[in-house]
């Protein structure tokens, strides 16, 4: 082989190695570009469940603010129901 057969199978590789990476360069941003257009989506429906939610803060607190107690009252039962169940020896 002389060397201008190398030097032309070399251009060849070196174009086709350039031509592999131009296609997968090109798969990579359309890739980027649909998962951008999914994150945009993402991001407005998280941000309508942010202001649909926004109002229930005082709700919940309300609602915690009650189970606190319903807790504190279930307990007395609780500690009533163990000492009952001591005197008729069931524990």
């Known amino acids: 082989m002389n060397s201008s ?3 032309i199978a070399t251009i060849i ?3 086709l190695l350039v031509l592999v990476l131009v296609i997968y360069l090109v798969l990579i941003i359309i890739a980027l570009r649909r998962a951008g257009t999914h994150l ?3 991001a407005g429906g ?3 469940i942010q202001d649909d939610t926004g109002p229930l ?3 919940v607190d309300v609602i915690n603010g009650a189970l ?3 807790n504190g009252g279930l307990s007395s039962v609780d500690s009533h129901l163990v000492s009952i ?3 008729l020896k069931l524990v």
């Open 46 to 48: 998280l941000q309508k």
């Open 57 to 59: 803060e005082e709700k």
């Open 68 to 70: 606190k107690q319903l």
């Open 5 to 7: 057969t190398l030097f």
């Open 40 to 42: 945009k989506g993402l």
């Open 13 to 15: 590789i070196v174009a």
């Open 85 to 87: 169940a001591k005197v």
